[in-house]
């Protein structure tokens, strides 16, 4: 079993910042791919930002140039850089990652953005 566990949301102001982390349970040098997704009230869980082992990134078209994804090997844990925040980044936001064919979730962060 996988563990993984989110953390550093909170409220902030638009136009603020905010770092998102993922502490997994065990090693992620070899989880081929992690990723960011969020949910907001009533929508479908979207993705926001992958990663691959070979540090191949991608991301959303409304968080491109603003977010930036990225995985520490050493401490077992990705992190998602939010700048430029904008009150449609609100949501929950979940990490995930393929470990040999099965997708395990981290229970969710809420990042609030507002005046």
């Known amino acids: 079993q996988v563990q993984l566990v989110e953390s550093g949301g909170g409220l902030v102001q638009p136009g603020g910042s905010l770092t998102l982390s993922c502490l997994v349970s065990?090693?992620?040098?070899?989880?081929?791919?992690m990723g960011w997704y969020r949910q907001a009230p009533g929508k479908q869980r979207e993705l926001v930002a992958g990663i691959r082992i070979s540090g191949t990134t991608n991301y959303a078209d409304s968080v491109k140039g603003r977010f930036t994804i990225s995985r520490d090997n050493a401490k077992n844990t990705m992190y998602l850089q939010m700048n430029s925040l904008k009150p449609e980044d609100t949501a929950v936001y979940y990490c995930?990652?393929?470990?040999?064919?099965?997708?395990?979730w981290g229970q969710g962060t809420q990042v609030t953005v507002s005046s």
């Open positions: 065990r090693s992620i040098s070899s989880i081929y791919a």
């Open positions: 995930n990652g393929n470990v040999q064919g099965l997708v395990y």
